[in-house]
């Protein structure tokens, strides 16, 4: 467990689909990991790891979505950082089950594109909160 007023641990999870070319899936990869970076040094969080792929986002067993998974799993981190959603997966049916480990494990989602959004499992629903102010 976190000790109060320390730094909430996070990862970032970027992913671009398989079908791009080379030089477009690197730079947009880029550009969400450098988006995620900065999302997390605006508000504190210590970075853990970078989980980064290229891969279609209609499957699961990906990788990169592994490790991540196994990472939450393991209490590794509090908070998820992603570009949006969809970089975790394409279809409720397949972001549900991701939902609910990091429910159970006590993660938070936070979206940089919905910038002040935050997503959070509530009994057996995802809802997206609006984050309170300072």
Do not use: W
């Amino acid at each position: 467990m976190q000790q109060p007023g320390t730094p909430r641990r996070a990862a970032i999870y970027a992913r671009v689909a398989a079908k791009q070319n080379t030089e477009i899936s690197s730079s947009q990869l880029e550009m969400q990991i450098n988006a995620c970076k900065a999302y997390a040094r605006k508000r504190g969080y210590t970075l853990q790891h970078v989980y980064q792929e290229t891969a279609a986002g209609t499957k699961l067993d990906r990788p990169m979505l592994n490790a991540l998974r196994q990472a939450i799993q393991g209490h590794q981190f509090e908070v998820l950082i992603i570009q949006d959603l969809t970089r975790l997966a394409r279809g409720a049916a397949l972001l549900a089950p991701i939902l609910l480990e990091c429910y159970e494990a006590g993660v938070t989602i936070e979206s940089v594109q919905d910038d002040q959004k935050v997503y959070r499992m509530t009994s057996t629903k995802a809802t997206r909160s609006k984050r309170q102010s300072s």
